[in-house]
DNA sequence: CCTAGTGTTATATTTTACTAGTACACTATA
DNA sequence: TATAGTGTACTAGTAAAATATAACACTAGG
């Protein structure tokens, strides 16, 4: 796994593993590979992990046992909730600078439009 | 001033100068206070202060003049390019994350209006 | 000239976030 | 009950950010 300086490494590893759960392919009740495992896999510290999956934990979306592993919660509508929280989370963030930058409501959207209508020529 | 202490706080001095050069209370040829000023103003270090505009003199968007103060550039299209390119970050930085949590382009620009939509009710 | 006001630079110190190493605690099972 | 596999906790090292303090450099005006 590639990491980017300018996050911290342990914020990378959630989204990794947000991103796994949102595609199915870490579905309600899947183990996890062991906190060991997982930092071999992704060249970083047990610790590092261990953060990141401890947040996971606190947020209700993970559930540890000990000696045993840790696994995505059964509580599916959890996890819902959590998408959308998260996906609150970035438009708050994106709306409230672009407003802060003078940007029009209206403005707003037709920027991301425009980013995502390039976007594909270039890319996809 | 404010501070969040999750982003440095050069790095909010900085945005709170772009807000003030784009909503135009901070106008090009317009003399900053000076930085030991502003540093009592916003109550932090003047190395604080400096380290926030040097990287905008860096911009080319502010000027110092030794013994005289920092100034707002003159170039306007420099300011209006420097906030073209802002934007863009900001907009690249949301549609990596929410294309990460598997939401369609579609499904990105909906979510934003939503969002937008449900702000306007409750707020303005 | 001198002085007050300005930006600039340098150094040391403190604080905090992040990461790492290591030891501990629990579980299953042979 | 021994052992391998699991999560957890403790402690320390590193780097970035912020501060404190001071000295330096330029400008304008008396």
């Not at 060249?43 to 953060?51: K, L, W």
């Not at 045993?68 to 708050?92: A, S, Y």
């Not at 037709?110 to 390039?118: D, H, M, P, T, Y």
Request: glycine content about 4%; aromatic content about 6%; hydrophobic content about 35%.
């Amino acid at each position: 796994m590639q990491f980017d300086d300018k996050v911290p490494i342990y914020y990378q590893i959630k989204n990794y593993l947000y991103h796994e759960m949102m595609t199915g392919q870490l579905k309600p009740g899947d183990k996890l590979p062991a906190v060991r495992q997982l930092a071999v896999d992704l060249t970083v510290n047990v610790n590092t992990v261990q953060r990141a999956l401890g947040e996971m934990i606190t947020e209700g979306i993970l559930e540890s046992k000990r000696g045993k592993g840790n696994f995505v919660t059964m509580d599916e509508p959890r996890i819902t909730q959590l998408k959308e929280h998260l996906v609150m989370e970035q438009l708050e963030r994106v709306y409230e600078q672009l407003h802060a930058l003078n940007l029009t409501d209206e403005q707003i959207i037709e920027s991301l439009k425009r980013f995502i209508a390039q976007r594909r020529q270039q890319n996809d």
